[in-house]
């Protein structure tokens, strides 16, 4: 069940419900580039099953929802608090994948009501002393973002020549589209689950059908400060990260684990485990510790 919101600003949010819709309220924040649709099958299916209800949000520029030009990963928090406060929601737990690990903390840190986080695969600040951002990942990611820190015009060009063949591509034409920053793992992972493949898919092709402004939004404000501190986080956050990863490297979410409150980490770091595999197998979990902590 798809819906948008109209912000104060005019901006429009779009977002979508699944899950059981009378359920608590979790909040998923997809991955870089994607969309509201970019909601793993087997997790909205099983949260019908354990009374949470999934509120996928697109992030600005992508879909439909309007852009946010200049944005900063806190700016999220503004966009999920208007859209709880539109929802009546007073308290939530919040999730996402990859790219949207950064907003889930962000969340964690920031958002009022949440009580509890999933970051899957999410990436570390830029810029960090202790962390070498680029080491470990994939040739695509580190051309990406070596464009981004170039700037505007040589991101946009590298997106834009990019974005037609992942439009066109089923889920065995993104493992080669992406050949370069998929592991083994993550090839197998994609090909052999039909439902995740074809969900990362339409979820992909659902964010870019417009334009690349929420991909090229997205690289850009992750490698500018966020506007908060990991160290911010309040609430338990639950960080999963595979050492296979070549999109988001482990010492990513070592990183991330290092840098989270010791009282409120829970950390899941796994070997073998790539940034698509890292999640199958291990909803169940994922989602107890949600549950868990809506408890406390």
């Known amino acids: 069940m798809s819906q948008q919101l109209k912000l104060p600003d005019g901006r429009v949010i779009d977002f979508h419900i699944d899950g059981d819709t009378n359920g608590y309220p979790f909040i998923w924040l997809h991955g ?3 969309s509201r649709l970019a909601v793993p099958p087997s997790l909205a299916e099983l949260c019908k099953t354990k009374a949470l209800k999934i509120i996928a949000i697109s992030r600005p520029g992508y879909g439909d929802s309007s852009r946010h030009e200049g944005r900063a990963v806190v700016d999220t928090v503004a966009d999920v608090t208007a859209l709880n406060e539109h929802l009546g929601i007073k308290d939530c737990v919040v999730g996402g994948w990859s790219g949207g690990g950064p907003h889930v903390l962000a969340c964690a840190a920031r958002l009022k009501g949440v009580k509890s986080a999933l970051c899957v695969a999410g990436c570390a600040p830029y810029g960090k002393d202790d962390l070498d951002f ?23 060009k590298l997106l834009d020549s990019q974005c037609p063949g992942l439009l066109a591509a089923d889920a065995a034409g993104l493992v080669q589209e992406m050949a370069t920053i998929l592991p083994e793992v993550d090839k197998n992972a994609l090909l ?10 339409e979820g992909i092709h659902e964010g870019l059908k417009h334009s690349t402004d929420g991909w090229f939004d997205d690289d850009m404000e992750l490698m500018k400060p966020w506007g908060f501190e990991v160290e911010e986080v309040k609430v338990p956050t ?10 988001v490297p482990f010492a ?4 991330i684990v290092k840098h989270l409150p010791d009282e409120w980490c829970k950390a899941h770091l796994l070997q073998g485990e790539g940034h698509i595999s890292v999640y199958i197998g291990h909803e169940e979990m994922m989602v107890k510790e949600l549950l868990e ?3 406390r």
């Open 134 to 156: 680029l080491a470990g990942q994939g040739q695509d990611n580190i051309d990406e973002f070596n464009a981004t820190l170039e700037g505007e015009t040589a991101l946009r």
């Open 252 to 255: 990513h979410g070592e990183w």
């Open 192 to 201: 052999s689950n039909a439902t995740l493949g074809q969900g990362v898919v």
């Open 238 to 247: 639950a960080v999963w990260q595979g050492s296979e990863d070549q999109m």
């Open 293 to 295: 902590d809506i408890k």
């Open 32 to 34: 870089t580039p994607g």
